[in-house]
C-alpha cells in the first residue's frame, strides 16, 4: 500500500468541469490506492448554493461507479461544500470555521492545500484573503496550486506571481501543468540521464534537431469564448511546449531533486535566443483552420468574431545559444483540427559523413538518419530507426524501427497526470510543476513572436481541417533542408 498523506483540500471552482472530469477522479484513485485514506477531508466552494449532501451526490456521480460502491461513498463522506464570494472577506471566516472543524474530525494537523481553478484575475485576491482571514494560520504546511492560464504575457503573469508571493512563498506555489504529469514526459529524465548510450550522443556533435509536435484532432468546441483570447501560442506553446523542450534541453542536475532539476530547466531556457522582429518573422509561423467536409472554418464557429485574427495552429524553431546545442534547432508544431490527436518527440541524429553504401554501383538509396521517437500520448513508448541490411542476395540497406510501447495492462495502471501531480503537492515535490522563473523566461520568449504578429496582418483562413497545417509550416523546416518527421503522405 502507499504511504497515507493527510490534508485538507479546499477547492476555489470546485463545482467546474475540471472539478469533476478530472480532480475528483483523480483522488479517488489516490483513496483506492491508500494515499487518502482516513486522515483527509476536502471543501468544495463555488457560487452555486448547494448542501453537502447534494455536493457529495456530484462528486460520487463524477467517480464513475456503480450506485452500490461503498468505496466510493466512504470518499465522497469527505466531502463538505460552502457557497462562497471569493471577493467578499466575510466568506473566509466561515470557510475557516469549517476548515477547523474538518481538521479536527479527521485529524489533519493543520495540512492544507488551497487548489484556485479560477479565472487568473482571482488568484491575488484569494491569496490574499486566506493569509489576512487567518486559513494559513496553522501548524501544519499550506501550499497552493495554481491552474493556467498564469498570465496572458509577461507583465500580467508578473503581476500575477507578485500578488501571490505576498502569502505564499515560492516553495508553496505549485503551478500545475498536466502535461508535466503525463508518463512518457517523465520518461525523458530516465532515457536522457539513466542511459550513457542516449547521453553521451545527446548534444549538437551528434544531433541534428529536435522536433516536439503536439497534435489535436478537435476544433475550439465550448472553449471558444477562452480560446480566441488566448490562442495556439499562449494556450500551448507558452506552457506545454516550453516546459517539454526544456528537459530535452536542460543539462544534467546535480541530483533528481526538484530544487536541482528546475534549476536546470531554468538554464536552458535563459540560454533560449529571444528572436528580433526579422528573426520572429522568419523563423514562426501561424494558421487558422477554414471549412473542412463537414467542419466549419474557425471564424464561423460559436464566439468567434468573424474577422479573428486568432492563431488555431504554430510552427516554430528555437536555438539554444549554449555550447551543447548551439547550431542544433528545435523545431515545435502544435494547432487543432490537424490530421490526428497525438504528442510525440522526435528526435533526428546527424547522418554518417560519409554514406559507403550508395556508390552509383550499389544503386543503393542514400542512408536515412538515425531517429528516436517518444510517443507521449495516445500510445506511450519509443521508436528508435536504424539502417540495417535487406535480407537477400547483394547488399542494399533499409531503415527499420526498434519499438517499444506500454502494454494494456501496464497502461491502465499508469497514475492519470492529475493523478500524479495532486500526490506530488501533498509531498511538496515541486520537480513537475513550473517555477515562476521558468514561466517567467518562456513568457518573455512568447511575447516577442506575439508583439510580432499583433503587427503584421495574416492570410486567414490558411490550412484546412484534417492537415498538418498551412504550407508555411513545411517551407519552415524545408528551408533548412530538413522535414518533419511525421507528415502525411510520405
Known sequence: MATERTSLFIFFGGTGDLAYRKLYPSMFNLYKKGTLREHFGVIGTSREKLTDQQFQEKVFKSLGVAKTDKEAQKFASHFVYEAHDVTDKAHYQVLKN??????KQYKL?????FYLSLAPSFFGTVAGFLKTEGLTDTDGFNRVVIEKPFGRDYDSAHQLNDALSKSFDEKQIFRIDHYLGKEM?????????????VESLWNNRYI??????????????????YYDNSGALRDMVQNHIMQIVSLLAMEQPVSFTDVDIRAEKVKALR???????AEASTNFVRGQYGAGDSQRAYRDEDNVPHDSNNDTFVAGKLLFDNYRWSG?????????????KFTRVDVVFKKPLIDIFSFPQNHNAPLEANVLTMYIEPHAGFSLRLNAKTNGQGFQTEPIDLDYFVDAKDSKATPEPYERLIHDVMKGDGTNFS??????????FVDQIRKVWDLQQPQFPNYTPGSMGPAAADELIQRDH????????K
Open 208 to 225: 541534428d534537431n529536435i522536433q516536439v509536435t503536439l497534435s489535436e484532432k478537435l476544433g475550439v468546441e465550448e472553449r471558444a469564448s
Open 98 to 103: 469549517r476548515a477547523d472543524e474538518l481538521d
Open 435 to 444: 517555477s515562476w522563473q521558468e514561466v517567467s523566461y518562456a513568457w518573455r
Open 185 to 197: 514526459i517523465q520518461n525523458i529524465e530516465a532515457v536522457r540521464f539513466g542511459n550513457t548510450i
Open 482 to 489: 530538413r522535414q518533419w518527421v511525421y507528415r502525411l503522405n
Open 328 to 340: 542544433t534547432p528545435f523545431y515545435i508544431r502544435t494547432g487543432k483540427m490537424l490530421a490526428d
Open 109 to 113: 494537523n493543520g495540512n492544507r492545500i
Open 271 to 277: 540560454s533560449l535566443r529571444v528572436y528580433n522582429v
